[in-house]
């Protein structure tokens, strides 16, 4: 994160009453949050705003999966925190979102208190 500087947090996630909870609780941060609703937005915004400071990537998205898009915001910048966040908490999907290259993950539902200690984990470096 950059000194002085509001951290930039995109949330990736096309259910909107999801995305309104994780803006809500991560107001408590001061940050500048940006939304985009597929991992093709995520990939694009990601190319535009290289500043950002962290992502929260949803897996299971239209047009394209935070699978795919982590893959390919890691290799244009492998320095750029990603947490995988999913509703479909299988046994394996924590081993394939870090394999797909995200830094960490959170299962829905997600309580706040682990949202903003994993966030805070990573802006506090």
């Known amino acids: 994160m950059k000194d002085n500087a509001r951290p930039l947090i995109l949330?990736?996630?096309d259910v909107e009453s999801n995305y309104l909870y994780?803006?809500?609780v991560l107001t408590k941060l001061d940050a500048k949050i940006e939304w985009v609703k597929n991992g093709l937005e995520a990939v694009n915004f990601a190319k535009e705003h290289p500043e950002t400071d962290?992502?929260?990537m949803d897996l299971q998205m239209p047009e394209m999966n935070g699978y795919d898009a982590?893959?390919?915001i890691k290799k244009i910048y492998p320095e750029m925190?990603?947490?995988a966040q999913t509703a479909f908490a299988m046994s394996d999907d924590r081993s394939?979102?870090?394999e797909a290259g995200c830094d960490d993950y959170l299962a829905k539902p997600?309580?706040?208190k682990d949202l903003l200690d994993t966030v805070n984990k990573y802006l506090n470096k």
């Open 11 to 13: 949330i990736v996630e």
């Open 22 to 24: 994780l803006n809500a």
């Open 54 to 56: 962290l992502i929260l």
């Open 70 to 72: 982590s893959r390919e």
């Open 81 to 83: 925190i990603i947490i």
């Open 96 to 98: 394939k979102a870090l």
């Open 110 to 112: 997600i309580r706040s």
